[in-house]
């Protein structure tokens, strides 16, 4: 489809009272750039633009690496959404065809509701086509004013409009498709003598109307989609509408949801069939969770893949890692990035695990750190063992053999290899590798002193 797309973003957001850009905000963890860019790209653009001004740099940051269809164009001043599109004339002045332009600041648009936007603008051969919607508190939007057949007629900017213009309910969404040619006829014409003093796009539909070109309208049922988010409130209104949609769907699924008051699921979560999400949970990211697990209460998982029939116990927090099926986690567990737990593994309470492979049927059951290791089949971990992989300068790895015995309290000073089917005891100091099916004792020899504590009672 030849369509371009621009977003624009260069906004300080002076609203949201944020030394950041508004759209740097997330809702459910996610940037609300990345929400606008994955509604706009389902679309398949031949490109998109995000106009970028104030912090800039913080914006490129923000936007995933995975929409590599992405241009900035630069609006050092931000005289108005008007002025933002002249700005990037100079750039797409030589494609000829559509031009979704949509602001930043709106991330419940859905992208089956921008194709019924573009079909119908192709379907009338309009030189403009954008969404309206009925709200229930349209203050701060532009309002469609309509004439007495009840065609559009213009926008009128709240700062700018009556006390009466004030009490129309139908609201303008910012998101238009205009056809490029009539776009720079048209913003040539526009001025900024308003109440702002700002180039309005919204005047473009005037325009419009004035030289007798067909202008589409696309009035949407549900304003929820279209919401612009201006205000710190409305950034909460708008992800607890994202979040309950969410919710929605995956109980649709299969999936229960024990209290959707407590649980927060970023929308790219998938999740599998019969799992149950207690109570507190934050799943977030590019997260998948298989079938049949339970997950929580008071879990945090982020970026992970968790496979089939996993439980995930109480209070564990689990970020960029890997879990194979029928493993326990937790309760208060700590798998940090590259953290990769094998089939029907055990990782117990207070267990740090980072950057390892833990092999299948391996146990890490309690109050042990594990980093920059890899654990064979069939190991268990005595209790407060620890790889000690940092010197203060370099890390260095612990490599542990299939069914080794590592007894309680060991230390495992790495770099250092423990050969399969060998043994540490308990409370030893490795610092040498250990060859296959040996017993490592490092401890200095007991001694009794007999009736020691009878003496010590007499004195
Ligand atoms: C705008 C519309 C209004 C509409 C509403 C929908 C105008 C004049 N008004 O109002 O009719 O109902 O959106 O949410 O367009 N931006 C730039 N450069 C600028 C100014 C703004 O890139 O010079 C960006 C902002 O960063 C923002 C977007 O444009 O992402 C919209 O600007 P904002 O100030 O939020 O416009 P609204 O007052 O909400
Ligand atoms: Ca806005």
Same mark, same amino acid.
């Given at each position: ?8 973003? %260069? ?39 995000l106009?970028?001004?104030?912090? =800039?740099d ?17 609006q ?12 990037s004339?100079?750039?797409? *002045? +030589?494609?000829?065809?559509? /031009? ?8 419940g ?10 079909? +119908?603008?192709? +379907?009338?051969?309009? $030189? ?5 919607a ?5 203050r ?5 004013i309509?004439d ?6 213009? #926008? ?13 309910? !139908?609201?303008?969404?910012? #998101? ?29 539909? *005037? ?5 007798k ?6 009035? /949407? ?7 612009? #988010? ?8 708008? *992800?607890?509408i994202?979040? *309950?949609?969410? #919710?929605? =769907? ?10 959707? $008051? ?8 998938k ?20 079938? !049949? ?52 593994a ?7 695990? =980072? ?8 146990? /890490?059951p ?6 920059? %290791? ?8 005595? $209790? ?8 203060g ?13 590592i ?50 009672k007499?004195?």
């Amino acid at each position: 489809m030849a369509l371009r797309v621009l977003i624009l973003a %260069a906004g300080k957001g002076t609203r949201m009272n944020s030394s950041k850009p508004k759209v740097v905000h997330s809702l459910l963890n996610k940037p609300m750039i990345n929400y606008v860019l994955d509604s706009v790209e389902k679309l398949k653009p031949q490109k998109t633009y995000l106009v970028v001004g104030y912090k =800039k740099d913080l914006i490129e940051n923000a936007v995933s690496p995975s929409f590599k269809n992405v241009d900035y164009i630069f609006q050092k001043e931000q005289l108005g959404t008007g002025h933002a599109i002249k700005v990037s004339k100079n750039v797409i *002045e +030589k494609y000829k065809g559509d /031009v979704l332009i949509l602001n930043g600041d709106c991330p419940g648009v859905l992208p089956a509701t921008l194709k019924r936007l573009i079909d +119908k603008h192709k +379907k009338e051969k309009s $030189a403009v086509s954008l969404i309206t919607a009925k709200v229930s508190k349209p203050r701060g939007y532009g309002r469609i004013i309509r004439d007495n057949k009840g065609n559009i007629s213009k #926008i009128v900017e709240e700062k700018d409009s009556t006390s009466l213009q004030k009490k129309i309910d !139908e609201i303008n969404s910012g #998101i238009y498709c205009v056809n490029s040619e009539f776009l720079w006829t048209s913003l040539s014409k526009i001025k900024s003598n308003n109440k702002q003093n700002e180039y309005y796009l919204p005047d473009i539909i *005037e325009n419009a109307v004035n030289s007798k070109k067909n202008v589409s309208v696309l009035k /949407v049922s549900n304003a929820d989609e279209i919401l612009g #988010i201006n205000t710190r409130q409305e950034l909460s209104m708008q *992800e607890n509408i994202i979040r *309950e949609n969410t #919710i929605n =769907k995956l109980q649709r699924k299969g999936i229960t949801v024990i209290d959707r $008051a407590t649980t927060y699921i970023a929308p790219d979560v998938k999740i599998g069939k019969d799992t149950v999400i207690s109570p507190n949970t934050y799943l977030y990211g590019n997260t998948t969770i298989g079938g !049949e697990c339970t997950i929580g209460p008071n879990v945090y998982i982020e970026n992970s893949k968790i496979s089939s029939n996993v439980n995930i116990r109480f209070s564990s927090y689990l970020d960029n890692c890997k879990v194979d099926q029928n493993v326990t986690i937790g309760p208060f567990a700590h798998l940090r990035p590259e953290a990769n737990i094998g089939k029907d593994a055990k990782i117990g309470n207070f267990v740090e695990i =980072k950057k390892s492979d833990i092999g299948t049927g391996s146990k /890490v059951p309690h109050l042990s750190y594990i980093g920059d %290791a890899t654990l064979g089949k069939g190991v268990n971990i005595g $209790a407060g063992s620890i790889t000690c992989n940092y010197d203060g300068v370099n890390k260095h790895r612990t490599d542990i053999g299939d069914d080794v015995f590592i007894g309680s309290d060991s230390m495992l000073v790495a770099p250092v290899v423990i050969g399969k089917g060998s043994t540490t005891a308990a409370g030893s100091t490795i610092t040498k590798d250990v060859e296959e099916f040996s017993l490592a004792i490092e401890r200095n020899q007991q001694k009794i002193i007999k009736g020691w504590n009878k003496r010590k009672k007499k004195d």
